[in-house]
C-alpha cells in the first residue's frame, strides 16, 4: 500500500541478486555519464543510489543472541529454528485482537523492495535489500483504537531451538517497542525476505521489524507478538542499561555511546583498509523523520 513513501515497487519488481549487480553496474555507468541525476529526485533513486551488501555478508554477520553472542553464531546455529507454521498474536488496544498466521496478516498487502541503511549500535554498518509490507498496514488491518500510543513487540522464546536462550545473556523474550507515530511511519517495515528470498533464520525468519533510522537492536527478529498500548513498554536493552541504551535509540552522531563514538562507522565488506564513513543523522533518513521528535531534547530522549 505505501501511501507516504511513494514507492512503486511491488513483488514482482524484486530483483534476484545477481540481475540486482548487474544493474548496479549499469547505474554507475550512467552516473559517469551525467545521465542519473535526471532521476535523483524521486524516493526510488533516492533508495537505489544504495549499494547493498552481498547475501553472504549480510547473512554471516549478524546479532541474534537466541542463537549465540559471536557474529557467527545465527548463521551456525539458526537452522535448527522451525518457522513453518508460525503465529503472531496481535492484542491490547486493537479492534481485531487475535493469534494470526503470517500469511493472515499479509493478505493483501503488496511485498515491496526497500533498500535500507542498517546501523548497529557497535558503530558497524551495511545496506540491505528487504522485502516487506509497511508495519502501519498491518496496524491498520488489526483496528488502532485511539488510545494507544506505543507498539510493543516479543520475540519467540523457544529455547530447545534457541541455544543462546539457555544462557543468562539478557532476560527472555526479547522485547522492543516504537510511539506510535513511529510504528505508523511509512518507512517502518515488517520485512519478510532479502534479495527477494526469504528470510534467513539468521536474520529474523520468518518475520522482522526494520526501524531503518535507529541503531539495529531496535529492529527486533522473529515477532511472535504485537501489543498496543496506552504506556511505554519495557524494551531488553533498555532495561538491561539505560545508561547506555535510551528507549528512543535514534542513530545520532552527536550522541556516543558511554563506551565508544558514534561520530563514525564501519562498513562490512569494505576491506581491511577501507576508512571510516561519517554517521549521518537519523541514519541518513532525517528529512524524513526529524518531524517526529520535534521539540525533543535528543541527547536527553536518546
Not at 492484542?91 to 500469511?103: E, K, W
Request: overall charge negative.
Amino acid at each position: 500500500m505505501a501511501y507516504g513513501w511513494k514507492n512503486k515497487l511491488t513483488a514482482a519488481d524484486v530483483t534476484p541478486e545477481a540481475a540486482f549487480w548487474n544493474r548496479r553496474q549499469i547505474m554507475a555507468g550512467m552516473a559517469a555519464a551525467g545521465v542519473a541525476g535526471s532521476i535523483a529526485g524521486s524516493a526510488f533513486a533516492a533508495q537505489d543510489a544504495l549499494v547493498p551488501n552481498s547475501f553472504e555478508d549480510i547473512t554471516s554477520y549478524n546479532n541474534f543472541y537466541e542463537f549465540g553472542t559471536g557474529k557467527g553464531d545465527p548463521a551456525a546455529n539458526a537452522g535448527s529454528l522451525t518457522t513453518d507454521p508460525w503465529e503472531i498474536t496481535v492484542d491490547g488496544l486493537v479492534d481485531n485482537p487475535g493469534t494470526y498466521s503470517v500469511a493472515e496478516l499479509l493478505d493483501g498487502l503488496d511485498i515491496e523492495e526497500r533498500i535500507y541503511r542498517f546501523r548497529c549500535v557497535e558503530a558497524w554498518a551495511m545496506v540491505v535489500p528487504w522485502n516487506g509490507v509497511e508495519l502501519r498496514d498491518i496496524l491498520q488491518k488489526a483496528g488502532v483504537q485511539s488510545d494507544a500510543k506505543y507498539v510493543a513487540f516479543e520475540t519467540l522464546y523457544r529455547p530447545e531451538e534457541m541455544p543462546g536462550q539457555r544462557l543468562p545473556s539478557i532476560p527472555w523474550p526479547y522485547v522492543e517497542g516504537l510511539r506510535l507515530d513511529e510504528a505508523m511511519h511509512p518507512l517502518t517495515l515488517m520485512a519478510t525476505g532479502i534479495y527477494g528470498k526469504p528470510m534467513p533464520n539468521q536474520n529474523g525468519a520468518p518475520i522482522r521489524l526494520v526501524v531503518p533510522w535507529k541503531y539495529g537492536f531496535k529492529s527486533i527478529k522473529s515477532i511472535v507478538k504485537i501489543t498496543l498500548t496506552d504506556r511505554e513498554p519495557p524494551t531488553s536493552w533498555n532495561t538491561i542499561n539505560a545508561w547506555e541504551y535510551g528507549f528512543y535509540s535514534n542513530v545520532n552522531p552527536d550522541v556516543d555511546h558511554p563506551r565508544w563514538s558514534q561520530a563514525s562507522h564501519r562498513v562490512i565488506g569494505g576491506g581491511l583498509f577501507q576508512k571510516r564513513e561519517p554517521t549521518l543523522m537519523f541514519n541518513g533518513y532525517e528529512e524524513e523523520v526529524a518531524s517526529l521528535y520535534v521539540g525533543m531534547d535528543l541527547r536527553k530522549d536518546f
